[in-house]
């Protein structure tokens, strides 16, 4: 494995390593263009998958050591799905309790940064790459659904999708497609309608997109509105 690209740029694995034995924090556009580098050379670090994941688990999703940006929080992200797209266990770190709270959590916290007053839209992309996190981890390793409802994940579902815009059609179906994984005791459906008023929730989410009037997606979008309703009207048949 090369520890640079071609523009001299070192990536990011490499970094974290050279730093830890040294003195100083990583700067942001050091972060950043490492990441970058892995990015665009991704398959190279396939071969060592779980212990490059373990590290950006560790510095984007539990410490938050390396968030020093949504463009940032965005490339380590996108790595970390393409990572999780090839779990095979159910030990792996990327199904566990602890990666699905902290991804959950990141992604609400990124769902705020995108629609606070300097509304970025890294932060929602970055949203987006978490959530896609879960649902991969979700579809991928079946036993680890029951985590949602330890780690109230069910709740920080709930929140994100509440706080959405119309113009917001890929975050909402990832919540959508989360809740639809997840909702598989009637234990869980109880908790959300109940406890959570979740039917509510979904139904303002339908309303939304379904007046949104739009055929196709928008360009910065991966789904269409109609994709949407039909993914949220599956999550609340989920909770009858």
Known sequence: MTNSNSSGVMDYFVLVGNRSTTAGKLQPSEIEDSLSA????????????????????????YAGTDRCSAKACFLALSILKAFGRLVDHSNDELVGKKAIHGLLQLA?????EAHGAAGQSDALNACNEALTCVANALLLQPTSREYIGKCQGFETLAEILGSLKDTDATTAFLCGRCLLLSLVSEDAAAHCVNGLGLQSVIARGVSMFLNHGRDSAAPSERFTPQQVVAELFKAAMSLC
């Open 38 to 61: 892995v990015a665009n050379s991704l398959p190279q670090y396939l071969g060592e998958r779980t212990r490059h994941a373990a590290v950006i688990l560790q510095r984007f999703v």
């Open 108 to 112: 609400l916290s990124l769902t705020k």
